[in-house]
């Protein structure tokens, strides 16, 4: 009985003024996938998609997901979160669906599987007009997405997973999925990742290979750390998510900049490489 295939490293980048510099980092690292992240896109987005695509097939290398930023506020903490991120908050909704509409286009025009993003704050109880209401957007989103021939996946960490899971039930479309960001889940305070397996493993799509803390204090998120530094314990994680049927790209992120990512990339290379 042949082993059964590898999986495939890859880095999140953000999307460059010249997008074939987004292509070239990943090549730089040596690295044949990337989640590609991109801020709100205007309409137009035609040559985007050719230099993309040109660069992708010129440096052999596969874009898994984009993931989709989204027009507005944005607060990465427990206090004004709840309030500004994803489709949570009633205010933006609507303009965030039609960002997520304009993101799958280009995702289906760029010949990419999904589009990712945080959905937000997901309330736990089903009879908050908020989480109705989100279900419904994203009901609206999935079915454009459906139509583009491409996936809706969620960001984990905002939501405990049996609401996200209960979420994904609720909108009830075959195209969901999730990208496991395992840190997140920590930062959170949500779930210890290994164990927010056994409610939604098996829909696991994609994931970011981060690492990181839980919080110390009631406003802000845990710390990010590089990989070996925090509390995901990988070594235990990459077997289970695999028994569960994932074969999709494992994505490092470090989310700090300058040359001290580059080397934090590197180094989680190392020490996912033989858990892969």
């Keep these: 009985m042949s082993e059964p295939e590898k999986l495939k490293l890859g880095v999140i980048v953000g999307l460059a003024r010249r997008p074939e510099d987004s292509i070239a980092k990943v090549r ?37 997901t984009v993931w989709a930023g989204l027009p507005g506020p ?67 989103v999935c079915a454009c997405c459906a139509e583009a021939g491409v996936e809706f996946w969620y960001e984990t960490g905002q939501e405990t997973p049996i609401t996200l899971l209960r979420t ?47 919080p110390t204090n009631g406003r802000e998120l845990g710390r990010e750390r590089r990989l070996r530094e925090g509390r995901v314990n990988f070594a235990v994680l990459m077997p289970k998510l695999k028994s569960l049927g994932f074969r999709g790209a494992v994505t490092i992120e470090r989310e700090i900049s300058g040359p001290q990512q580059t080397r934090d990339i590197q180094y989680a290379m190392d020490v996912l490489a033989p858990l892969c």
Aim: with cysteine; hydrophobic share 40%.
């Design 28 to 64: 730089d690292l040596g690295l044949p996938t990337c989640q590609l992240c991109c801020p709100p896109l205007e309409e137009d987005t035609a040559e985007l998609v050719e230099r993309l695509r040109s660069a992708c097939g010129e440096q052999h290398v596969e874009i898994t």
């Design 168 to 214: 994904i039930e609720d909108v009830g479309t075959t195209n969901q999925g999730i990208n496991l960001d395992p840190a997140n889940l920590l930062m959170y305070g949500k779930a210890n990742p290994i164990d927010a397996l056994d409610v939604f493993g098996r829909r696991v799509q994609g994931m970011h290979a981060k690492d990181g803390e839980y």
């Design 74 to 140: 944005a607060a990465w903490n427990f206090t004004e979160g709840p309030a500004t991120i994803g489709l949570v908050p009633p205010e933006w909704r609507a303009q965030r669906v039609e960002a997520l509409k304009s993101a799958a286009q280009f995702t289906a025009a760029l010949g990419v599987r999904s589009i990712t993003t945080h959905v937000g704050f997901l309330p736990e109880f089903p009879g908050d007009p908020l989480y109705t209401g989100t279900v419904e957007a994203l009901q609206e």
